[in-house]
DNA sequence: TGTGATAACATTTTT
DNA sequence: TGTTATCACA
């Protein structure tokens, strides 16, 4: 006992040992929450608890790998290795597949990505004959998406439908679900859905129920960045917690930043209500960051209006100020982030690993990258094209899942002409109407090929090939390892020799994806001797960003402020705190407040990431969608400045020459942004000087915009007519000359972005 | 049916 | 700017 409960703080070693009851951990940034988290089930297991009686649940499957590494020291490795950890998803994908058939799935259904469901939207969308010129694919996947996370079923999404975009959503939402049903596949959201599902299915005479069994095998479930959940994942929970309600969520309110994707601050700021008797422990004292670090993050976040008051402090040492670095564009911005790290690296004697670069988008490292590059500095960059989003290698996952789900039509489609096989698209829809009039997957109508209409016989003959080589492989399975079965399946369709042939550099590193990707897999089952292809596939799906990064290599970190979410730096640099990037100005012109206050709280995720130094980028210009926009800083800087530990610098302070075409370059763009300028929907201050102190920024973008014809101008509420949409009212503005686009709301189409160049809108 | 060229799109963040 | 979707043509 004393073990585990050594070297705990006392508000760590409360929260530790009071086992029983709901339990809420109010954990801020540093404060030792994982310690906290791993030391409590240790204590619980030490206490008699079986191992596989706690279920823990993480945001990655890194964080779950690591708890369990940390606890397995506490207790021992065989404990560790029976609780059942990991993320939502991924522990109820394992849920799901033992009661599979209970909710009309096989045991092997597949689990769509985000692309496969996109698809699946875009040819349920040519089937019911819905234009995807009018209707953006992606717009209605993230509207899906977003109903199941509220779990809004398809009947009252109907109901609730308004406007014209939602009811097209309506229509498409039941016939998608129907398409995933018969591919035997479920998309990320409906992992969720489905557990739900099985556990509300009532309990029979001789079974009690899957729910009463998995509230009695659960004595005890803790949930990490509870304030990252949301309602669909609340309803899980608070299903399991039951009667028994053993339940310790951890979080923090300040770090909630994915309200975008449907998580619900409510589910932690209302966590008393939902279960009485609620013991609530508040870890304050932050073990990981300077004073001066804290300070500014402090400083930060006391500009939202919506919190938890709670007070963090350090007993580390002061530090460094954080330095703020003005530069000229991305590239400068580079340089000076390479500055940084280099100098620090020697002063504190650290390694490159030690380095962490963070950004709002993607779109951002490549600059850095390059920067990195120039200076031969290695790095490791999280997200980006992930490993098992590539092309090729989703060729071959395809094959694989289509030998563990036949149905899996997404997989079927993607594999049938790769490489080319003579099955083309004008086959493939006749074997599509085919399947939707016996109401089969794709798979069964290839095997009624003979009778299926319209289909030339030479695509026949193509197709019992295609089939004989899946039959073959599915028999396969048997005699053969898995990786040995994926390597001769490689092998057969000549996907390799089909790159060797290209003989370019693309094709190459293709080729050696799959090659690292066939030794991934040889690795796996070596590892794990007795998983099978499916355990593999849904690894592989389930894995998040974070989870795919190399952490051995001794290399700078690259990854955005989301991947950063739990991890800590010595060194942090945070690029981009520019106005429009970050915080971001969302494509229509609209902003509700709190996108501002999550805005707000990702830099402060961001800021508490550092131990010991913090860097902070902004450029005056960037280059973006292949134009410079200039940008001010964000309203951020001005925020953390008022903590009085930060220092403000130029990137080109030192070097007199770059100072002077800095300003320069500042005259010559100034002048193009005489009169009313807008980018982004933002005016332009015309001097930077000005910059700082400017900073009044209203709320709701104030756009004018000089249209290419004369003495018309479009301003935020303007009325207008365009040829197809009808009249319309303008909601935003944004970029000039022939870039200049705006967004317009129609009452019948709903909001639409026009290039004003084409769109040739009349004013009213 | 397969291909190359051109147009259109994209930049918010992700399991 | 860079990548993907679509269209003409072979």
């Known amino acids: 006992m004393s073990k585990i409960l050594a070297g705990l703080n006392p508000a760590q070693r409360a929260a530790v040992s009071h086992l029983n009851g709901p339990v809420m951990i109010v954990a801020g940034a ?27 649940l993480t945001f990655t499957n890194k964080a779950a790998k690591e708890m369990k590494e940390r606890i397995a020291l506490l207790v021992s490795p065989e404990l560790a290795r029976d609780l059942w950890m990991g993320t939502f998803h991924s522990v109820f994908a394992r849920i799901l597949r033992r009661h599979a058939a209970d909710i009309g799935y096989t045991s092997s259904f597949t689990i769509y990505d985000s692309d496969d469901s996109l698809n699946a939207i875009k040819q349920v969308m040519n089937v019911l004959g819905i234009s995807k010129d009018q209707f953006n694919a992606n717009a209605v996947r993230s509207r899906i998406s977003s109903a199941k996370n509220q779990l809004i079923s398809p009947e009252e999404y109907e109901r609730l439908a308004r406007d014209l975009f939602s009811e097209q959503v309506a229509r498409i939402y039941p016939e998608y679900n129907r398409a995933l049903r018969l591919a035997n596949a479920m998309d990320f959201d409906d992992l969720l859905l489905k557990t739900i599902e099985l556990l509300d299915l009532p309990a029979t005479p001789d079974n009690a129920g899957p729910l009463a069994y998995y509230q009695q095998k659960f004595k005890y479930i803790l949930v990490d960045e509870y304030q990252d959940t949301n309602r669909a994942q609340y309803a899980i ?122 950004y709002r988008t993607n779109a951002q490292s490549r600059a850095i990258e390059d920067g990195l590059r120039r200076q031969g500095i290695p790095y ?44 083309g698209a004008t086959t493939m829809e006749h074997v599509a109407a ?44 048997d005699k053969m390892s898995p990786s040995e079965l994926v390597r001769s399946l490689v092998d057969e369709t000549n996907l390799l020799q089909e790159l060797k042939l290209e003989n370019t550099i693309e094709a190459l590193s293709r080729r050696e994806n799959i090659q690292e990707f066939l030794s991934a897999i040889t690795d796996y089952f070596h590892e794990k001797p007795d998983a099978t292809l499916e355990s593999f596939l849904e690894e592989v799906s389930l894995l998040s960003e974070v ?14 402020l989301h991947s950063a979410k739990g991890l800590e730096y010595p060194v942090v640099c945070i690029a981009g705190l520019e106005e429009g990037l970050f915080p971001s100005q969302p494509v229509g012109g609209t902003r509700d407040p709190n996108d501002i206050e999550e805005e707000r709280r990702l830099l402060y995720v961001g800021i508490t990431r550092a131990m010991r130094r913090c860097f902070v980028f902004y450029a005056i210009e960037r280059l ?47 002048h193009l942004f005489a009169g009313s300028p807008v980018i982004n929907g933002r005016t332009f201050a015309r001097k930077r000087r000005e910059t700082h102190t400017a900073h009044s920024f209203e709320d709701e973008p104030r756009a004018s ?40 709301e129609f009452p019948k189409f709903g909001r639409k972005n026009l290039m004003l160049k084409f769109a040739n809108l009349k004013v009213l």
């Open 30 to 56: 540093g404060s030792g929450k994982t310690r906290v988290l791993t030391h409590r089930i240790a204590l619980l297991v030490e206490s008699g608890v079986r191992p596989w009686q706690v279920l823990a």
């Open 237 to 358: 929970i608070k299903r399991l917690a039951g009667t028994q309600g053993n339940l310790t969520v951890v979080g923090d309110d300040a770090q909630s930043i994915y309200a975008f994707r449907g998580a619900d601050i409510g589910n932690i700021l209302d966590f008393e209500r939902d279960y009485p008797g609620t013991q609530i422990f508040r870890l304050e004292q932050n073990y990981r960051s300077t004073k001066n670090i804290l300070a500014a993050a402090d400083e930060l976040i006391k500009n939202n209006k919506d919190q938890i008051p709670k007070t963090l402090f350090t007993e580390n040492v002061r530090g460094e100020p954080v330095k703020i670095t003005q530069c000229l564009d991305e590239r400068d911005e580079a340089s000076a982030i390479v500055r940084a790290i280099e100098e620090q690296v020697r002063a504190l004697k650290l390694d490159l690993k030690d380095c962490a670069v963070l």
């Open 380 to 423: 490791n960059i999280v997200g980006g094209t992930a490993f098992y989003k590539r092309k090729e290698i989703k060729d071959v996952l395809g094959y694989v899942r289509l030998l563990v789900n036949p149905n899996d039509s997404e997989s079927l489609l993607r594999v049938i002409n790769t490489p080319p096989r003579g099955i």
């Open 434 to 477: 085919y399947a939707r009039d016996h109401r089969q997957s794709l798979m069964s109508a290839l095997g009624a090929i003979d009778f299926v209409p319209g289909v030339q016989s030479r695509a026949i003959q193509r197709i019992h090939e295609f089939t004989r080589l899946l039959q073959k492989y599915t028999a396969l399975r």
């Open 547 to 560: 989870d795919q990064s190399d952490g051995t290599k001794n290399a700078v970190t690259l990854m955005t």
């Open 624 to 670: 973006r969608f292949g134009e410079t926009a200039r940008a001010l800083p964000s309203r951020f800087i001005e925020e953390i400045e008022r903590s009085g530990t930060t220092e403000h610098v130029t990137s080109f302070g030192t070097k007199p020459h770059l100072r002077e075409s800095a300003s320069e370059r500042t005259r010559e763009i100034s």
């Open 705 to 744: 915009y000089s249209q290419i014809e004369e003495g018309t101008t479009l301003e935020h509420g303007a009325r207008v007519f365009h040829e197809t949409f009808g009249e319309g009212r303008v909601i935003a503005v944004a970029g000039f000359g022939d870039k200049a686009k705006a967004t317009v």
